[in-house]
Structure formats: C-alpha cells, structure tokens
C-alpha cells in the first residue's frame, strides 16, 4: 500500500559529505514521522534521525552537528544531509515512515502503519 524508495548512497572518502532521498507513494493520507536509521554489518539497526510533519527533529549523538534530516511534507520526501563522514558511518542506511492510510472515501484510516525501505548502502573509507 505505501512504497519508500530510497536513493543517494554510495562510496566517500572520510571527511566526505553524501545526500540522501526517501520518497513515500501509495495510499497516504498523511506521515506522521519520517526517519533514517542504519544498519552496520554485525550490529542492530539504530535510528539516525527522524522528523514529524510539525519538523521536530531527532538524531542520535554519535551524528548531532553532521547530520540534518529535513522533509517535504506536499511531496512526501525527507533527506538527510550527512557532512564529514566517518567510516564507522559506514552502514545500510533505511528510510522508515509512520503513515496514515487513506480510506476509500479519501478520508484518514484509522491507526498508524510503519513502513521501510529496501536500504541504500554507504561506505566511508579512511
């Protein structure tokens, strides 16, 4: 019912900077938070950063002053911003959205659904 398709990864160099975009289509109502999390071979996924429809924003220390999440709320898109990368930022990167499903008379659903995306690699090497 909703699709998040992710794009943007790729291979830097430590120090680097990369961008990433999640677009959100299907049966949306509304999204009432977007976020980025990241999944390092051998360890659990962790969030990166998320952000409502009101723009309040997230993100884990280990990216606070590298990292800016922002979205678009008419086109159902966020990005993250990553500025000087390190390698241990190297990791499966995942677009996550909290959505609101329209019904068939265009009017909200009822509950919220979480859906991901299929994940965009990113290798900083040193």
């Known amino acids: 019912q909703v699709q998040l398709v992710e794009s943007g990864g790729g291979l830097v160099q430590a120090g680097g900077s990369l961008r990433l975009s999640c677009a959100a289509s299907?049966?949306?109502?509304?999204?009432?938070?977007m976020g980025w999390y990241r999944q390092a071979p051998g360890k659990q996924r962790e969030l990166v950063a998320t952000?409502?429809?009101?723009?309040?924003?997230d993100s884990a220390d280990s990216v606070k002053g590298r990292f800016t999440i922002s979205r678009d709320n008419t086109k159902n898109t966020t990005s993250l911003q990553m500025n000087s990368l390190k390698p241990e930022d190297t990791a499966v990167y995942y677009c996550?959205?909290?959505?609101?499903?329209?019904?068939?008379?265009?009017?909200?659903?009822?509950?919220?659904?979480?859906?991901w995306g299929q994940g965009t690699q990113v290798t900083v090497n040193s």
């Open positions: 996550k959205a909290i959505v609101v499903l329209t019904t068939p008379h265009y009017g909200p659903g009822s509950g919220e659904y979480q859906y």
């Open positions: 952000v409502t429809s009101g723009g309040r924003t």
């Open positions: 299907g049966n949306i109502f509304s999204i009432n938070l």
